[in-house]
């Protein structure tokens, strides 16, 4: 199993400003994700987080508005750049264990941008 | 779009009653996993199917995978109050992805 620590758990955020949300695991995973789950909708996945390289981002999605760190195989964060009421979303980072058979989310960050 | 159609979208059910969800990709599926969300809380991992034809249960909610490993169903026998939520499959296409997600509401 894979413990999954996401800070932080909720933000309130002006415009025009960054946030970062990390995502710490207690052991070493090799797929890590980062979802946004706007209100009423369904979970849209942003990018896949690569160790070691840049991450691969979903359409739609651009990394100079959501750049992406994944420094090791137990963390990642994710930035909200610039951001705007729009991005008010519930953000999740996901991972897959080594043998795929298990995908575990963090608590989420509930951001509310004003 | 959504590669995964999950129904229905919404279902209210009185309590002891049966009911089933269903998960459809017009793909193989290589891992179907089934998650609830209970209403502000994170999501909690339910149970993952890999095989063709594979049925997994946990207490009264059982889940199948059909043998193209093209579609699963969740049911959920003598419903209680405490199964409601929000049901979500997600799938392994070499990245997660989810279906829309099915509102279930328990009537006591």
């Known amino acids: 199993s894979a413990v999954i620590s996401q800070k932080p758990s909720r933000d309130i955020c002006q415009r025009g400003t960054s946030l970062t949300i990390q995502c710490q695991v207690d052991s070493q995973v090799t797929m890590m994700f980062w979802y946004r789950q706007q209100p009423g909708q369904s979970l849209t996945l942003i990018a896949t987080a690569n160790q070691g390289s840049e991450a691969t981002y979903e359409s739609g999605f651009v990394i100079d508005k959501f750049p992406i760190s994944r420094p090791n195989l137990t963390f990642s964060t994710l930035t909200v750049s610039n951001m705007s009421p729009e991005d008010s979303s519930i953000y999740l980072c996901?991972?897959?264990?080594?043998?795929?058979?298990?995908?575990?989310f963090g608590q989420g960050t509930r951001l509310t941008v004003v | 779009s959504q590669e995964l159609e999950q129904s229905p979208q919404s279902l209210i059910v009185q309590e002891g009653k049966n009911l089933t969800i269903n998960c459809t990709s017009s793909?193989?599926?290589?891992?179907l996993y089934w998650y609830k969300q209970k209403y502000g809380e994170g999501l909690i991992f339910l149970m993952m199917?890999?095989?063709?034809?594979e049925e997994k249960s946990h207490e009264k909610i059982t889940a199948k995978l059909d043998e193209k490993k093209q579609q699963s169903s969740l049911h959920i026998t003598a419903s209680q109050p405490s199964h409601a939520g929000i049901y979500l499959c997600?799938?392994?296409?070499?990245?997660?992805?989810f279906g829309a997600g099915t509102r279930l509401t328990v009537k006591p």
């Open positions: 997600g799938a392994d296409m070499y990245d997660m992805r």
């Open positions: 793909k193989t599926l290589y891992g």
């Open positions: 199917l890999q095989k063709g034809g």
């Open positions: 996901s991972v897959i264990t080594g043998a795929g058979t298990e995908a575990f």
